[in-house]
């Protein structure tokens, strides 16, 4: 089949590789010249494990190709509407600004008997704001097919994906659904007869399941990190409660893994529109408890920075903190909502010195918040940290050797917010290790006032300079305004 892609961002950019895979002839249409040029080069513009070579691999087969012409859609079988729908810079509700104009920028070039299909993640109702403006077209199908990909996973998610759900006309069974059904059977046939299952329900029901879905992921992640304020104040381990918990296959422990909490261009933007979506349809107990999911959230962050000031005994300015992640999660480079980012800019509000560090995301954290030090070498990032704050767990991380860069640091403490790091070997190393629920806080007092700087330049330091006051972050440090190391990207 001759396929578009409309929008070539996370969703769009995997979804037409991943069709030209199966074999059909797919053109992917973005506004963005810059990202389009990118793509056509066979190189994604962001960092997702696997993209590129599914690019490439399309191109050789001449399957594949990119524009910022709608008209290059023309003869295409179906359309796929893979544009952004952020939150509105005014409400909690999504901005389906972008989606409506693709929808605009398609209709003069759609063939006669052609689908649009979408994908993005919507509220309910947003299926007939789309057959508003094609009703001058009756002619064309419409349907909607939401996407369940997790950045880091996208690929893999595209290739052999949990199930496909079909909106349709009417619903499942409905004589005018059977068209849109038909259409999106022979999309992904490959797959279909492989036995993947696939849900065929009403417009609505599909605007919603992908809203629900993430809303019940959220809940989920927000549940545990409750769960992880309780065990600290009581000196209960949540590590192992997660881990006893999932083993009862009605909790299952995906998703059940105690931290910093959730971040990026889904989860809390799909949260919120949860909210808004419940406000307009006057289901205020639905409201409520997203809400309280949202803030649980929000608040392992400023959480996180009180543990970091615990350690510090009180005092984070001045302090020399490094910062090991800048992305929202580990094998991407988005750093949009990025929990890692928050911490670190509510740090360095508070007067400490900090370096950020991350093997993928430097260039998008510097770009976007200049107001901090990046730093691309870890090794160069952790020279003379009195505190390392672990908040993307990035594998590099997870496998750092404790002995090896007990010498690169000044004082050998650690914050492991995402709960990856062995503890043990760690302490057995000589450091202090705080995690968030391990019932960790009592070692930091019992080791910290017996650690000894390891760093040459603390070993030389007077007791007097080491006394740090809390001031004003305008009378404190003044981060680097440029990043030493920083790749260009490609």
């Known amino acids: 089949m001759k396929i578009s892609v409309i929008g070539c961002g996370y969703l769009g950019a995997v979804h037409a590789a991943t069709l030209a895979s199966m074999g059909h002839s797919v053109v992917g249409i973005d506004v963005d010249a810059a990202k389009v040029a990118h793509l056509n080069k066979g190189f994604a513009p962001f960092h997702e494990p696997g993209l590129d070579e599914l690019l490439r691999d399309g191109f050789t087969t001449g399957r594949l190709s990119f524009s910022t012409d709608f008209a290059d859609a023309a003869d295409a079988q179906v359309h796929f509407l893979c544009v952004g729908t952020p939150q509105s810079k005014t409400s909690d509700t999504a901005d389906l600004s972008y989606l409506v104009a693709a929808t605009k920028s398609l209709l003069p070039h759609m063939a006669k008997g052609a689908a649009v299909v979408g994908k993005s993640t919507v509220p309910v109702g947003t299926v007939e704001i789309l057959r508003s403006l094609l009703s001058r077209r009756s002619d064309v199908l419409l349907g909607w097919n939401p996407e369940f990909l997790r950045q880091g996973t996208a690929v893999k998610d595209s290739l052999v994906p949990d199930r496909f759900v079909y909106g349709v006309p009417g619903g499942k069974g409905a004589a005018a659904g059977a068209p849109v059904t038909a259409v999106l059977d022979a999309v992904y046939e490959p797959l279909v007869l492989a036995g993947i299952p696939r849900l065929v329900c009403n417009f609505a029901t599909a605007e919603l399941i992908k809203s629900a879905s993430n809303a019940f992921l959220a809940t989920k992640l927000s549940f545990i990190n409750a769960m992880a304020e309780l065990c600290d104040a009581s000196g209960a381990d949540v590590t192992e409660l997660s881990e006893a918990m999932g083993l009862d296959p009605r909790i299952g422990n995906r998703y059940l893994h105690a931290g910093l909490g959730f971040g990026g261009g889904c989860l809390p933007k799909d949260v919120r529109s949860f909210r808004a979506q419940a406000r307009a349809l006057s289901v205020p107990s639905v409201d409520e408890w997203m809400g309280v999911v949202d803030s649980i959230n929000l608040d392992q962050r400023s959480r996180t920075v009180e543990v970091a000031r615990d350690m510090c005994r009180g005092f984070l300015a001045g302090r020399t903190v490094t910062v090991l992640g800048a992305a929202f999660k580990p094998d991407t480079d988005d750093i949009r909502d990025s929990p890692a980012l928050d911490v670190a800019l509510q740090l360095a509000a508070a007067g400490a010195h900090v370096t950020v560090t991350d093997p993928k995301a430097i260039n998008n954290a510097w770009m976007r918040y200049p107001q901090l030090r990046f730093e691309a070498s870890t090794t160069r990032a952790l020279e003379g940290a009195e505190l390392v704050l672990l908040l993307t767990e990035w594998d590099e991380y997870r496998d750092l050797s404790p002995t090896a860069v ?85």
């Open 406 to 490: 007990a010498g690169l640091v000044r004082r050998r403490m650690v914050l492991d917010a995402r709960n990856v790091l062995d503890a043990e070997a760690w302490r057995t190393a000589g450091w202090t290790v705080r995690g968030l629920g391990t019932g960790s806080a009592a070692a930091v007092e019992a080791t910290d006032s017996h650690q000894p700087a390891t760093s040459a330049a603390a070993a030389k330091e007077p007791a007097a300079a080491r006394t740090i006051t809390e001031v004003p972050p305008s009378n404190g440090y003044r981060p680097a305004q440029s990043a030493r190391g920083v790749v260009t990207p490609r």
